[in-house]
């Protein structure tokens, strides 16, 4: 009342005072009255964190240019900044609403503060394994999308039919199981479960990880499991060729009809899949050289393989100007040949041998690479003083009607 008395007295009389004389003289009322506090005038902004503010603290961060609210606690917890202060207090207001209602274990956990994490990390954890489960699929429909995926993107159809065949028995026996809950130990316990050898079962894991690593890139599964399955030991001896011997007792067994697939396959070393994909078109008996297209090989790489004299005597009676060099039904007859031969066929034989009698006839691991369509490495490890020089020797001799 007092210095609201002085102020209507001064506005009543004839006197104006200069206007900051009359600021001067309102914070010299002001004072008297005790509205302002005598000393620093502050900046609200810039007040450090009040012993009485209650948690989260909240304070104007000159760093950010923005508003800091310190919501950790000695479980974990975290800090944000806003634009505005009504942002921050209602921000600082829901966490003390949720401190209550759940208690710090809402903040953090002392079990996770140990790996840097909190209670949140471990919620958004579990919530990014429900939505992948809720958009997952069954493993039937899992291996149908990904061969799908394969062969609309060019891939070797015998490429598809292999990978079909390993995966779709996976498929059977986790019928109806969804991908996203299938577990590491699960893959694990299915390979070991295969029985098979180091080498086979590397590659049903092989293409597990494929089928996962699709499925992790569709969104139907989190992580991929398989890539943490582990990788069996290859103990496998060197690969099994075809003696002299029961390499022409397998040829003197055919028939014009498969003899083509087995002599190509020996004396110039096609994989399966590019021998069975070969025309007679691509075979130049002048030039002396089988073609072998980027489409047809399995490198995607164009390569030339030189025919070998004795490749050239077997197959030039054969020759055709166009078409498959493979018959219809190749299979029933190539085992009618092997039963007639009374021969084991080791896997891949026909490559392996010529691989290991190439390499000891020209000593030349680079040469050899490039004819079979494989690396140096490969080369050097697998086929490198597979056979003596003398078994080379007759290897590479061998004519029709000459008897070993």
Not at 188 to 214: E, G, M, P, V
Not at 286 to 297: H, L, N, P, Y
């Amino acid at each position: 009342m007092r210095m609201k008395a002085k102020w209507c007295a001064l506005q009543g009389s004839n006197l104006r005072p200069h206007p900051c004389e009359g600021c001067a003289l309102l914070i010299s009322i002001a004072i008297t009255a005790n509205i302002l506090p005598i000393g620093r005038v502050t900046n609200p902004k810039r007040d450090s964190r009040s012993r009485h503010q209650e948690w989260p603290y909240i304070r104007f961060s000159e760093t950010e240019n923005a508003w800091k609210v310190d919501a950790r606690t000695k479980h974990g917890g975290t800090r944000r900044f806003f634009r505005t202060r009504v942002e921050a207090e209602t921000f600082a207001q829901q966490c003390r609403v949720q401190k209550q209602n759940s208690g710090t274990s809402t903040f953090g956990n002392a079990e996770l503060a140990k790996f840097g994490k909190t209670v949140h990390h471990a919620i958004e954890f579990y919530l990014l394994h429900l939505r992948a489960q809720a958009h997952s699929i069954s493993a039937e429909q899992a291996v149908t999308e990904l061969l799908s995926a394969r062969r609309a993107a060019g891939r070797d159809e015998q490429y598809c039919r292999d990978m079909g065949l390993r995966l779709n028995r996976f498929a059977r026996d986790h019928k109806g199981a969804i991908v996203a809950s299938i577990t590491t130990r699960v893959l694990d316990k299915w390979l070991a479960d295969l029985d098979l050898a180091a080498s086979s079962r590397n590659t049903y894991r092989r293409d597990l990880q494929t089928l996962f690593s699709f499925c992790e890139k569709h969104g139907y599964c989190p992580t991929n499991p398989a890539a943490k399955t582990e990788r069996a030991t290859n103990i496998d001896g060197p690969p099994e060729i075809l003696n002299p011997a029961e390499a022409i007792g397998l040829l003197n067994a055919s028939g014009d009809d498969t003899r083509p697939y087995l002599v190509i396959g020996l004396f110039a070393g096609l994989r399966r899949s590019e021998l069975q994909k070969l025309d007679w078109s691509e075979i130049d008996l002048a030039s002396g050289q089988i073609e072998v297209t980027a489409a047809k090989a399995k490198t995607k790489k164009r390569r030339l393989v030189p025919i070998s004299k004795n490749l050239d005597t077997w197959i030039r009676p054969l020759a055709k100007t166009a078409g498959p060099i493979i018959p219809k039904g190749l299979r029933k007859r190539l085992n009618a040949v092997k039963i007639r031969a009374g021969i084991a066929w080791p896997r891949n034989a026909l490559r392996h041998s010529y691989g290991s009698y190439r390499l000891a006839q020209c000593h030349d691991v680079a040469r050899v690479s490039l004819e079979m369509g494989n690396s140096p490495q490969i080369v050097f490890a697998h086929y490198r003083e597979l056979v003596k020089p003398s078994d080379a020797e007759r290897f590479w001799a061998l004519i029709p009607g000459k008897e070993i």
